[in-house]
């Protein structure tokens, strides 16, 4: 499971990941490892990744999401949880 696509804007980063709920630990992990590596070379570009701007959201068919309970799990971004929305 690869990182499908990843944006890169002056203010603004966006990654998709694909998966299937079986696996949706491992894309937790695979995000997770991400924005932290991001957040690291943003750091030692002296730029900062805010997590008070950080949005999660897991879509898919509506049985698929169903079996996320809820909005889907959260990242851990440091010491910062980014909980996953509905809609962002």
């Not at 299937?20 to 932290?36: F, G, M, N, S, Y």
Request: net charge negative; glycine share 6%; aromatic share 6%.
């Amino acid at each position: 499971m690869d990182l499908d696509n990843n944006y890169l804007f002056t203010d603004t980063m966006q990654l998709y990941l694909r998966c299937v709920c079986d696996d949706t630990p491992t894309a937790v992990e695979k995000l997770e490892h991400c924005v932290t590596d991001t957040n690291q070379w943003m750091s030692a570009n002296r730029l900062r990744l805010n997590p008070e701007k950080t949005e999660l959201l897991w879509s898919g068919s509506k049985h698929s999401l169903s079996r996320l309970k809820g909005c889907g799990p959260a990242i851990k971004l440091g010491t910062d949880t980014i909980k996953a929305s509905g809609h962002v």
